[in-house]
């Protein structure tokens, strides 16, 4: 789409992005969780061509953020990652302009060395070699949360999130 029919269509109410050719949109991501996906993936100090949507408006959502990254493809381990900051995204894989792979993501039932056990006694901060490792379920209410392997102890995604410098706002913000 040129420039010119981008502010057309700006002008009718609605502002189009440009389309990427190759990579990943990430879409239907918690409000404030966009910034964590970038901070955690450190694609902000990668270069990377980068579109992003903060509290953008949505049918089913209310609000959402989003994210187009251009030659990007997330491996099942991101996708992990991802889905513990964005449990009810979705993703779409994008080659040559066109959607060839869409998915929900769901949460892993463990995460290893993706983030630091919040228990300060936990042997993963003493032993150099000790990978933090995290058992992940859902609790009845439908809260994430997270066992650590070693400690034992669970901790709420928010706290894990928090501890590991991440904004761990609710998704219901």
Same mark, same amino acid.
């Given at each position: 789409m040129s420039v010119s029919k981008e502010l057309n269509t700006a002008d009718q109410g609605h502002l189009m992005v440009e389309a990427i050719s190759n990579g990943t949109v990430i879409d239907h991501i918690a409000p404030g969780q966009a910034i964590n996906i970038l901070r955690m993936f450190k694609f902000l100090s990668k270069n990377n061509e980068l579109t992003v949507g903060f509290n953008v408006r949505s049918g089913a959502l209310g609000k959402k953020d989003l994210i187009k990254i251009a030659n990007v493809v997330f491996s099942p381990s991101e996708? =992990?990652?991802?889905? @513990? %900051? +964005?449990?009810? +995204?979705? /993703?779409?894989? @994008? $080659? !040559?302009? #066109?959607? /060839? !792979?869409?998915? $929900?993501?769901?949460?892993?039932?463990?995460? /290893? &060395?993706?983030? $630091?056990? *919040?228990n300060s006694n936990c042997i993963t901060h003493i032993e150099h070699g +000790?990978? *933090?490792?995290?058992? @992940?379920?859902? !609790? #009845? !209410? =439908? #809260? /994430?949360?997270?066992?650590?392997?070693?400690?034992?102890?669970?901790?709420?995604?928010?706290? @894990? %999130?928090?501890?590991? &410098?991440?904004?761990? #706002?609710?998704?219901?913000d």
């Open positions: 996708t =992990g990652q991802l889905s @513990i %900051l +964005a449990p009810n +995204a979705t /993703v779409n894989e @994008i $080659k !040559d302009y #066109k959607v /060839v !792979d869409k998915y $929900k993501l769901r949460l892993p039932r463990e995460t /290893v &060395g993706d983030f $630091k056990c *919040p +000790a990978t *933090p490792r995290f058992l @992940i379920r859902t !609790d #009845k !209410d =439908g #809260k /994430v949360m997270m066992r650590c392997h070693y400690c034992e102890r669970e901790f709420s995604r928010e706290t @894990i %999130l928090e501890y590991n &410098g991440l904004e761990a #706002k609710s998704s219901k």
